[in-house]
C-alpha cells in the first residue's frame, strides 16, 4: 500500500473513531444509592467518575446522644438529609450535606411583654396567657364563660378581666 493511501486510512479512522456517540453521564440512572456502611469516611458509590459522592453522616453532638438514641440512631450518626425532632417536638434537627446537625425551633417566640406564659394548646409552645381559678391556661385574647360572667384574657395574659353579669 503506497503512503498516501496508508495515511488516508488512518486520518478516515481517526475521524470515524471521533466521531462515534460518546456514553452519556446520567447520574440519575448510572449510579448506585449511597451506602449507609462505614460512616467515618465518605461513601463513595463505586460506579463512575460520572457519580457525585456520598454526602456524609453527622456525628450527634454530646447533648443530642440520648435524642439521637430516641429516634433510631444508635450509633450516634445521622444519615445526611434526615432529621428528628427534639423538645417535645418543639425543635427540628436535620443533619445537613455539610456533616453537622443544625437544630431550629419550630415554635414562634412569644411576646416579650407576656405577663404570663403557659402552652394551653397541645404544641407545647409558650404563648401569652391567663390562669382561670383553677389554674388552667387560657391563650390570650380568648374569651370564656365563668358562671354568668363572661371573662377575657388580654392580649398580654396575665389576669383575666371578668364583666359584671349585665355590662
Do not use: N, W
Amino acid at each position: 500500500m503506497p503512503l498516501p493511501a496508508a495515511l488516508l486510512l488512518c486520518l478516515a479512522s481517526l475521524l470515524l473513531r471521533s466521531a462515534s456517540p460518546k456514553p452519556a453521564c446520567d447520574p440519575s440512572s448510572a449510579c448506585p444509592p449511597c451506602p449507609e456502611g462505614d460512616p467515618e469516611v465518605t461513601p463513595t458509590r463505586g460506579a463512575t467518575a460520572c457519580c457525585p459522592p456520598c454526602p456524609l453522616s453527622c456525628p450527634c453532638p454530646p447533648h443530642l446522644h440520648s435524642d439521637c438514641e430516641l429516634h433510631g440512631f444508635p450509633e450516634g450518626r445521622v444519615p445526611a438529609g434526615r432529621s428528628f425532632y427534639i423538645d417535645f417536638a418543639r425543635r427540628l434537627c436535620r443533619c445537613g450535606d455539610s456533616g453537622d446537625i443544625a437544630c431550629s425551633p419550630l415554635c414562634p417566640q412569644p411576646e416579650p411583654a407576656c405577663r404570663a406564659l403557659g402552652s394551653p394548646v397541645a404544641d407545647g409552645c409558650p404563648r401569652c396567657v391567663c390562669y382561670d381559678p383553677e389554674g388552667m391556661a387560657v391563650p390570650a385574647g380568648a374569651s370564656v364563660r365563668r358562671g354568668d360572667r363572661e371573662c377575657r384574657c388580654p392580649a398580654l395574659g396575665g389576669d383575666m378581666e371578668c364583666a359584671e353579669p349585665g355590662e
